[in-house]
Nanobody, 115 residues
Framework: QVHLVESGGGLVQPGGSLRLSCAAS????????MGWYRQAPGKQRELVAA???????NYLDSVKGRFTISRDNAKNTVYLQMNSLKPEDSGVYYC?????????WGQGTQVTVSS
């Protein structure tokens, strides 16, 4: 199985930037894709961005042009660069990996965008 550990969350003012990191360990060669979800209080968890083994990316419409997902295969790490942050971007961000048996979740990292 895959173990995922997120880092990089925190408090930032509107218009600011954060870079989230997710380090994978375990059965990393079983991973087909990785991505980031977020969940705000009282809201459903939503897929923010994903990247495949072929480096194809997908983004939630509301973050297109502001967020960038990338991978460093040598470090088994996926990143989410978040720019021009808005209060509605606030929530717990969860790293996710997918494989043939389903997938794994990280424990989440809090992102708060507030003035």
């Amino acid at each position: 199985q895959v173990h995922l550990v997120e880092s990089g969350g925190g408090l930032v003012q509107p218009g600011g930037s954060l870079r989230l990191s997710c380090a994978a360990s375990g059965s990393i060669f079983s991973i087909n894709a990785m991505g980031w979800y977020r969940q705000a209080p009282g809201k459903q968890r939503e897929l923010v961005a994903a990247i495949t083994d072929g480096s194809t990316t997908n983004y939630l419409d509301s973050v297109k042009g502001r967020f960038t997902i990338s991978r460093d295969n040598a470090k088994n790490t996926v990143y989410l660069q978040m720019n021009s942050l808005k209060p509605e971007d606030s929530g717990v961000y969860y790293c996710r990996s997918w494989d043939g048996s389903g997938g794994s979740w990280g424990q989440g990292t809090q992102v708060t965008v507030s003035s």
